[in-house]
């Protein structure tokens, strides 16, 4: 797989098709990045819509993609920790972009959180920081076509900035004492931060859903939801929703769980209603208001 690569600084920076190749690791930075370089890239994504990107397992197409692409875009604290093996072997050696530089993290949890909390997308604050690393990174790799690059970026600010009011107008209709926040995983950090929701607890306790559950930890999330009042557990579009049933049957309130429920780690499917980061907050909020409102 090592003579797949085709990356190198010595070379023309376009594909065959006549466009910059780009590597996206997760459904997110691929979004941000076609947004960015427009019609200027090709954008191959790794990860694909509904998979989690926690433990996702490289597979021999992913490698020489990598090795072919002129810029790899990567979320960054942590999210790839399948990553770095997977450079070495593709042998990629073009422009790297960590779209998470200039962000600021939240503390992780333990050992398997030393970098922080990974899922910095869910504040669109962040995301105007993570669409200029990859502005930057597109235009070193192709110079010529930098002022496209920073023009869509702009423009996508400005939604970003259109996105973020919005939410913020729409959790106010909601009375303060019901803004209280339970998911299946620990993934919405950020978003209740900037928001200015209470976080009550998750049914995995971690930002990784490959955690390990708990009988324990279940009883004591259930208990917290009867003490404070918490009018709805929240799952994951691309998580079973069973035991998020099961807490909220327990604790007598709602559930907002299966296919239209919270996109947390992965964008939705093309046509859902999670099938762009715009899409994807748009929907989150809307489930969010109408059970807690």
């Given at each position: 797989?090592?003579?797949?690569?085709?990356?190198?600084?010595?070379?023309?920076?376009?594909?065959?098709?006549?466009?910059?190749?780009?590597?996206?690791?997760?459904?997110?930075?691929?979004?941000?990045?076609?947004?960015?370089?427009?019609?200027?890239?090709?954008?191959?994504?790794?990860?694909?819509?509904?998979?989690?990107?926690?433990?996702?397992?490289?597979?021999?197409?992913?490698?020489?993609?990598?090795?072919?692409?002129?810029?790899?875009?990567?979320?960054?604290v942590?999210?790839?920790?399948?990553?770095?093996?997977?450079?070495?072997?593709?042998?990629?050696?073009?422009?790297?972009?960590?779209?998470?530089?200039?962000?600021?993290?939240?503390?992780?949890?333990?050992?398997?959180?030393?970098?922080?909390?990974?899922?910095?997308?869910h504040?669109?604050?962040?995301?105007?920081?993570?669409?200029?690393?990859?502005?930057?990174g597109?235009?070193?790799?192709?110079?010529?076509?930098?002022?496209?690059?920073?023009?869509?970026?702009?423009?996508?600010?400005?939604?970003?900035?259109?996105?973020?009011?919005?939410?913020?107008?729409?959790?106010?209709?909601?009375?303060v004492?019901?803004?209280?926040?339970?998911?299946?995983?620990?993934?919405?950090?950020?978003?209740?931060?900037?928001?200015?929701?209470?976080?009550?607890?998750?049914?995995?306790?971690?930002?990784?859903?490959?955690?390990?559950?708990?009988?324990?930890?279940?009883?004591?999330?259930?208990?917290?939801?009867?003490?404070?009042?918490?009018?709805?557990?929240?799952?994951?579009s691309?998580?079973?929703?069973?035991?998020?049933?099961?807490?909220?049957?327990?604790a007598?309130?709602?559930?907002?769980?299966?296919?239209?429920?919270?996109?947390?780690?992965?964008?939705?499917?093309?046509?859902?209603?999670g099938?762009?980061?715009?899409?994807?907050?748009?929907?989150?909020?809307?489930?969010?208001?109408?059970?807690?409102r």
């Amino acid at each position: 797989m090592v003579g797949c690569g085709s990356g190198g600084a010595g070379g023309s920076s376009e594909g065959k098709d006549g466009r910059l190749p780009v590597v996206a690791t997760t459904s997110q930075v691929a979004d941000f990045t076609r947004v960015v370089g427009g019609d200027r890239v090709t954008v191959t994504q790794i990860v694909r819509p509904g998979v989690d990107p926690h433990d996702y397992e490289p597979a021999p197409a992913d490698l020489a993609a990598i090795g072919d692409a002129k810029v790899l875009v990567q979320n960054g604290v942590g999210l790839e920790s399948w990553l770095e093996d997977t450079i070495d072997a593709s042998g990629f050696d073009g422009v790297r972009v960590n779209a998470s530089d200039g962000v600021r993290i939240r503390a992780g949890q333990g050992d398997e959180e030393k970098a922080g909390d990974p899922h910095i997308w869910h504040n669109p604050l962040n995301v105007k920081i993570m669409v200029a690393d990859i502005e930057r990174g597109l235009a070193q790799a192709e110079p010529s076509a930098a002022a496209r690059f920073h023009a869509n970026r702009v423009a996508y600010d400005a939604q970003l900035d259109a996105l973020d009011a919005d939410i913020r107008r729409q959790i106010a209709t909601i009375p303060v004492a019901n803004r209280k926040l339970v998911t299946n995983h620990d993934a919405f950090g950020y978003y209740v931060e900037r928001y200015g929701l209470t976080f009550v607890g998750s049914i995995i306790p971690s930002f990784d859903t490959s955690a390990e559950l708990s009988g324990s930890n279940i009883r004591k999330l259930v208990e917290r939801i009867r003490q404070t009042g918490t009018k709805a557990v929240f799952s994951e579009s691309s998580l079973p929703r069973r035991t998020a049933q099961t807490i909220a049957d327990e604790a007598g309130v709602r559930v907002e769980a299966g296919e239209d429920s919270l996109y947390g780690d992965s964008l939705g499917p093309a046509g859902s209603d999670g099938d762009t980061y715009l899409h994807m907050e748009e929907h989150n909020t809307r489930t969010i208001v109408t059970a807690l409102r």
